[in-house]
């Protein structure tokens, strides 16, 4: 009952109450700040023009007569991450909907008071060339952990968008948000490298989050990608430690196999060496989703 005045008495309390290490290290989510007199944002996204010009933003590609992205002023130079919004719509009006109401705007200020680089897409051009609109756009941005929240009825476009993409390249994409109408298993075949990396990228958002005011969804929504980041980034700790108990392989800077050695590793399989086994095993552990989980290390 009087937790708060235990540190003043010199008391340390319940172990059991403290603030574990995980909890002490956690990156908090940052909220956008709103003046009390602020007229609420109309509910539809009418042109990117529109959006650029209410949010500060500029339009993509830079140059094109038309347009087909408006994106952040740092979305060139943000290598840490990216907020992509894919709405949909028609002419009349596009926007994407959480907590029942339009949630581009707040999702743009959270992203913003969040270190995100944003781009958010024309439904039209993405529905015409998904392929040819989106590589236009996001070739532009370095950020290594890329994030999609993808309207209702979309997802089918995002995923033909991608499809051409080389594995290496649609990688960064960690977490992809869609609505629970959408489904993987609703929409045409994809390619078994796409498929993969989609079955563990994509989270379905809550149907409870529409009950809930718009400020509060996206606050949940930014914890998400904020623990899904965490976590692909103790993985990818973990892994890079592995190399340096490698036995059997080159590490530059640190050990140097001898000539006759590399010679006769030159026709083993390279589907099955010591390299390939760490790296598939780290790939299980991503896979797996498994954050509770200690990650592997090298065998």
């Given amino acids: 009952m009087l937790r708060c005045l235990s540190q003043i008495c010199g008391s340390t309390g319940d172990a059991a109450e403290q603030p574990n290490e995980k909890q002490l290290q956690r990156q908090p989510v940052v909220k956008p700040l709103f003046r009390l007199d602020e007229i609420e944002e109309s509910t539809a996204v009418q042109t990117l023009q529109s959006i650029a010009s209410s949010q500060g933003l500029d339009l993509a590609p830079p140059g094109a007569e038309q347009p087909v992205a408006a994106v952040s002023k740092d979305f060139q130079r943000n290598a840490s991450r990216v907020l992509i919004l894919v709405p949909a719509g028609d002419a009349s009006g596009w926007a994407i909907e959480m907590g029942g109401k339009a949630a581009a705007i707040p999702l743009l200020r959270w992203a913003e008071a969040n270190n995100y680089a944003v781009a958010i897409f024309s439904p039209q051009a993405l529905k015409s060339q998904p392929s040819q609109t989106w590589e236009r756009v996001v070739k532009g941005s370095p950020s290594r952990c890329a994030s999609v929240v993808v309207a209702a009825s979309m997802l089918c476009h995002f995923q033909a968008a991608l499809e051409p993409v080389h594995p290496l390249l649609f990688g960064r994409f960690r977490t992809v948000c869609i609505h629970a109408a959408d489904s993987i298993q609703d929409v045409k075949v994809l390619p078994a490298d796409l498929r993969q990396h989609m079955e563990v990228a994509t989270v379905v958002m809550p149907p409870a989050w529409d ?47 001898a000539v006759d050695q590399r010679v006769k590793r030159l026709d083993r399989d390279r589907n099955d060496d010591e390299l390939a086994r760490l790296l598939k095993k780290h790939e299980q552990a991503r896979h797996q989703q498994n954050d509770e989980e200690e990650e592997p290390g090298i065998d």
């Fill in 211 to 257: 009950q809930l005011d718009i400020q509060v969804s996206c606050q949940s929504l930014f914890e998400l990608l904020r623990d899904r980041e965490e976590a692909w980034s103790k993985l990818e700790v973990a892994k890079y430690s592995g190399f340096q108990g490698l036995k059997e392989n080159d590490m530059p800077g640190l050990k140097r196999m």
